[in-house]
């Protein structure tokens, strides 16, 4: 089945770019979304279809798919943005349609 | 507004049952296909069940056979019927609406299977 893999923490400092990365078999040819969660709350969509940001999410959210690389990038990283992101696909080859990846804690510094 | 409420979640020994509910409000529900989505305290997020607009029903081979999963549109209303419980199932359970990606999610309710 489909994996997809993720750093298990990224830090970075208040002001500066935040990137995290989810690797898996050319999933360039996916269409990637990206959740927020922060503790003691459900996931929250902030990039759909590799790089489109739902209403209401901040521009300083972005994302970016090629080869077997998707990676979502958070500018001007705040104090608020510090949550758990995760990465998912829909896989048509395997029993699991969705696939998620395993989550990226961030911390802001 | 659009909500999903989950309910039903509980303390179950292993092999017994449980079922949950999803009441939706705010969209129109049989217009979209609905997914049930758990995670076990501080892990990642696993793909349950999905249930399209026409009553097609889809599972990862770790619930298939085990869990069924339901619509009533007239009442919108989402339920996940499980049986044959494991330690391995415990988690929150969301529901969550499926437009392309998960563009809503429930708050979730808490399944813990224990004896």
């Known amino acids: 089945s489909y994996v997809l893999t993720q750093p298990p923490s990224v830090s970075v400092a208040p002001g500066q770019t935040a990137t995290i990365t989810c690797g898996g078999n050319y999933i360039g040819s996916k269409n990637v979304h990206w959740y927020q969660q922060k503790p003691g709350q459900a996931p929250v969509l902030v990039v759909y279809?590799?790089?489109d940001r739902p209403s209401g999410i901040p521009e300083r959210f972005s994302g970016s798919n090629s080869g077997d690389t998707a990676t979502l990038i958070i500018s001007r990283v705040e104090a608020g943005d510090e949550a758990d992101y995760h990465c998912?696909?829909?896989?048509?080859?395997?029993?699991?349609?969705?696939?998620f990846g395993g989550g990226t804690k961030l911390t802001v510094l | 507004e659009v909500q999903l409420v989950e309910s039903g979640g509980d303390l179950v020994q292993p092999g017994g049952s449980l079922r949950l509910s999803c009441a939706a409000s705010g969209f129109t529900f049989n217009n979209y296909d609905m997914h049930w989505v758990r995670q076990v305290p501080g892990k990642g997020l696993e793909w349950v069940s999905a249930?399209?607009?026409?009553?097609?029903?889809y599972y990862p081979d770790s619930v298939k056979g085990r869990f069924t999963v339901s619509r009533e549109n007239v009442k919108k209303s989402l339920v996940l019927q499980m049986n044959s419980l494991r330690a391995g199932d415990t988690a929150v359970y969301y529901c969550a609406r499926w437009a392309g990606s998960y563009d809503k999610w429930g708050q979730g309710t808490l399944v813990t299977v224990s004896s």
């Open positions: 998912q696909v829909w896989d048509y080859n395997s029993d699991r349609l969705v696939v």
């Open positions: 249930i399209g607009i026409r009553g097609d029903t």
């Open positions: 279809n590799d790089s």
